[in-house]
């Protein structure tokens, strides 16, 4: 896929490849925005809003996000929209242009990239294995059944699965979501599925998000 032109909805959440997310729009800039998108796919593309140094510096896309697809729309009386979309691909955001109210970028698709496969593949196997312990683990401290999720045999999707599931703070999300390979990707789920699942043992408590990181976030 060549680089296109696409409009970007700064968030203070990340979307991930194949989730679902649930939006309100509201501001007549986005109205408009949806207005013109609605009937393409991607529609846009969901990027972490960054803050500068400057507490009144207006926020930026990050240069890594989601494009994504738009599931349904519940349009409002007063104009607002209730939407959903769901995740499609990562995406490279460059030259934001902001002369339309809302910013217009040029995106690049990012590719999967598996430097070692073997290495990928149990790796995968592993992180497959403590998921279902975590899930397990999950179901005593709610004390009810869960709906049984089933991670895709290729390593690049399920691991998109796994991250969602697991409470992860919003710049977690995004450095999972940047990785250039799936091999750090995979690393960095494992790490924190890891302890995610030492959490829930030894605590019987799952992790805290934090959905907002704020003005001096950093992902690092």
Not at 70 to 81: E, L, M
Not at 89 to 117: C, E, H, K, T
Not at 178 to 184: K, L, P, S, Y
Request: charged share 25%.
């Amino acid at each position: 896929m060549q680089h296109q032109h696409l409009p970007i909805f700064p968030l203070g959440a990340v979307l991930f490849p194949g989730a679902i997310m649930p939006l309100h729009i509201f501001e007549e800039r986005y109205r408009r925005m949806l207005e013109a998108t609605r009937n393409e796919d991607p529609a846009f593309a969901i990027s972490l809003v960054e803050y500068g140094d400057d507490a009144d510096e207006e926020g930026k896309p990050s240069g890594i996000g989601t494009a994504c697809s738009i599931a349904g729309i519940s349009p409002r009386s007063d104009g607002r929209s209730d939407i959903v979309v769901t995740g499609a691909f990562r995406v490279r955001i460059s030259d934001v242009d902001w002369s339309r109210g809302y910013a217009v970028a040029d995106i690049a698709p990012l590719d999967d990239v598996i430097r070692d496969q073997d290495a990928v593949t149990a790796l995968y196997r592993r992180m497959q294995y403590r998921f279902a312990q975590y899930l397990a683990a999950l179901e005593l401290l709610v004390q009810e059944k869960l709906p049984k999720l089933q991670p895709s045999d290729d390593p690049a999707h399920g691991a998109w699965v796994i991250a969602e599931t697991l409470t992860l703070h919003t710049w977690e999300r995004q450095q999972v979501l940047e990785f250039a390979t799936v091999d750090e990707r995979l690393e960095e789920i494992h790490r924190l599925l890891r302890r995610e699942l030492a959490l829930l043992i030894h605590t019987g408590a799952i992790g805290s998000t934090v959905d907002f990181p704020g003005r001096r976030k950093s992902i690092n």
